[in-house]
């Protein structure tokens, strides 16, 4: 009984089995023969569209127009007709040196360019010579004026430096002087300490310079200019020292609040004395330049009315006066475009040198951009491109238009990496747009319009043979056909000129 009952357990075990089987096998088959093999075939469909080439870059928003100005030469500012902010015209006057002298001398040049023409008559060459004599006897005087207010203003300023800074020194006019007040820093300690002795050595310099001091004009004047360098030597030793004076108080010096006020007197009073020294020197300068214009006006009239008026004589004097005209200009600053003035540095008064940048003036409301194209992309660029603008300031949704006028030929390297700056300009003026701003600018170098368009990673390149692969009516499978490409678009998009028409499906994705 239980031999049977185990025979017919075991029988429906298997017939079980052999059903499971033919289910997983009736499964496969289905699943193979009605789901492809178990590909996966995504598809893109050929449509008419647009296909838009564009290079995006980042650059900077700067002016269109821009210019750093300065004078042409050194002088003491004599007038300044604008301030920051204000608005000029191309040509309009910015600034002007004191500009006297030269304002003579072409007036001078002027004038004997007038009377070039006629000959000297006795009566004239006796009073022509009797007044260069005077010159003359002038000039001499003011040269050796000039040397005795030389000397007087090294007199002041060693005064100022032996008898009030060296207060502040052990062994002041030695070569090691050491400065007896607290310093702020050891280095500062160090520096003022060589600039006593660099001092002393200019001290010595500028008393040998006026011992020996000659007649000659030329001499004299270099004479004046070096003791204006000696001048400035001593004037930065005193500020320095004042610095150092004036940082003093009862808590960070062991000093009564006294005795700090009398070094602080005393510091006052060596300034004082060398602003002496100064004025006693600048007058000098001032006053033998004066006499020497004087001087060379009579002679250049005596000169010309000897030499009469032949035509080589004329255009000689007519180079001069136009010679006295350019110099006359240099003292000017004038505006060379239309724009807003962004720096007015120099005050009524000061000395400026020549070549020192003191205005600015940038172009109104007319901007640029400057960016740099890495060489992958630079070829695609051309002049007149148009391009869309966003400003980090306003965000992605306001765009400005922009053009393409510059390209430069040489390349650019930054970071190792071949680069080419490219301008561009902004269509039309905004108020918005400021200079300094970060500019992502899209820049549309090409486009065709109702073209044949397929997602550009459908295509398969294969040794410079193109072709793409069609999904036939089936869905399951596809057939590759040759295809020529034309246009790349930057959103993925790619033209096709020939090898498959409007609503052909192509094969983009196989699993």
Do not use: C
């Not at 079980?16 to 289905?30: K, N, P």
């Not at 596809?478 to 498959?500: A, M, N, Q, R």
């Not at 409007?502 to 094969?507: F, P, Y």
């Amino acid at each position: 009984m239980r031999r049977n009952l185990s025979r017919l357990l075991k029988l429906f075990k298997n017939r079980w089995i052999v059903a499971i089987t033919v289910v997983v096998i009736i499964v496969l088959v289905y699943i193979f023969t009605r789901g492809g093999s178990g590909t996966k075939i995504e598809f893109a469909v050929a449509t008419i569209g647009d296909v838009i080439e564009k290079v995006s870059v980042t650059g900077k928003v700067s002016p269109l127009g821009k210019a750093d100005l300065s004078f042409e030469k050194g002088g003491v500012v004599a007038r300044i007709t604008v301030k920051v902010g204000d608005y000029v015209k191309r040509d309009d006057l910015i600034a002007s040196l004191n500009s006297a002298d030269d304002a003579a001398a072409l007036a001078s040049a002027q004038a004997q360019l007038a009377e070039v023409s006629r000959g000297l008559r006795p009566e004239e060459f006796a009073a022509d010579q009797a007044t260069m004599d005077t010159a003359s006897t002038t000039l001499g005087n003011a040269k050796k004026d000039a040397v005795n207010a030389v000397r007087d203003g090294y007199v002041k300023a060693q005064s100022a430096v032996v008898n009030y800074a060296d207060t502040f020194f052990t062994n002041p006019q030695s070569a090691n002087p050491t400065i007896s007040i607290r310093v702020q820093s050891t280095n500062f300690q160090t520096a003022i300490n060589n600039n006593r002795v660099l001092v002393s050595d200019i001290l010595a310099k500028w008393k040998s310079d006026t011992d020996n001091a000659v007649s000659g004009v030329s001499d004299v004047n270099r004479l004046i200019s070096k003791s204006e360098g000696y001048l400035n030597v001593i004037k930065s030793f005193l500020n320095n020292l004042s610095s150092i004076v004036n940082d003093l108080n009862p808590g960070n010096s062991g000093l009564t609040q006294s005795v700090i006020d009398t070094y602080v007197t005393n510091m006052n009073t060596a300034l004082a004395t060398l602003t002496q020294a100064i004025t006693s020197v600048t007058t000098a300068d001032t006053a033998l330049k004066s006499v020497f214009s004087s001087y060379n006006q009579a002679l250049n009239e005596f000169s010309l009315q000897k030499a009469g008026s032949s035509p080589e004589n004329i255009a000689t004097q007519s180079a001069k006066v136009a010679q006295a005209q350019a110099q006359l200009a240099k003292n000017s600053v004038i505006s060379p475009i239309d724009g807003i003035i962004t720096r007015a540095d120099p005050n009524l008064g000061e000395f400026v040198s020549a070549g020192q940048s003191s205005f600015a003036v940038q172009s109104d409301g007319a901007f640029k951009i400057e960016a740099y194209v890495p060489e992958a992309d630079i070829a695609k660029i051309a002049l007149k491109n148009r391009a869309g603008v966003t400003l980090d300031a306003y965000g992605s949704n306001t765009i400005f238009s922009a053009t393409v006028t510059m390209i430069d030929p040489a390349e650019t390297v930054l970071e190792g990496v071949p680069t080419y700056k490219v301008t561009l300009q902004f269509v039309e003026t905004d108020a918005r747009i400021r200079s300094g701003m970060t500019a992502n600018t899209d820049i549309l170098t090409h486009k065709v319009d109702g073209v044949l368009t397929i997602p550009t990673r459908a295509v398969i390149d294969d040794a410079g043979k193109k072709s793409v692969r069609l999904l036939d009516s089936n869905g399951n499978t596809f057939t590759t056909v040759p295809v020529v490409t034309g246009l790349k678009g930057s959103d993925g998009t790619l033209e096709i000129k020939s090898g498959i028409k409007a609503g052909d499906k192509v094969v983009t994705y196989v699993k």
